[in-house]
Nanobody
């Protein structure tokens, strides 16, 4: 599956952004979906993940209470609503997908995902 992320931009601290990730030509209903991010000079880190079926979610501690992941399988999309953005949220954000069955606690492992979007840049100024 080919994933296309969008919605990034330059915002000020405290602002909100909504990232979208769409799949080309197929439904995402059979995929586990996740968002990861990578800041310059840092390793890629998990942000949020959502299971298929149950829709169970998991978040990185750094974004809990501020970010919300959701999915719309009919529209072949996964979203990341980001509120109360901080400068430390500045990074390139990537969506990812896998058809593997993952338990909630394993949503955060990048190696578990087989498909990746190209990334969208989020810059938060102070």
């Amino acid at each position: 599956v080919q994933l296309q992320a969008s919605g990034g931009g330059l915002v000020q601290a405290g602002d909100s952004l909504r990232l979208s990730c769409t799949a080309s030509g197929r439904t995402l209903s059979t995929y586990v979906l996740g968002w990861f991010r990578q800041a310059p000079g840092k390793e890629r880190e998990f942000v949020a993940g959502i299971k298929r079926g149950t829709g169970n979610t998991r978040y990185a501690e750094s974004v809990k209470g501020r970010f919300t992941i959701s999915r719309d399988d009919a529209k072949t999309s996964v979203f990341l609503q980001m509120n109360s953005l901080k400068p430390e949220d500045t990074a390139t954000y990537y969506c990812a997908a896998t058809q593997s069955s993952l338990i909630t606690s394993s949503l955060g492992w990048a190696a578990n995902y087989d498909y990746w979007g190209q990334g969208t840049q989020v810059t938060v100024s102070s």
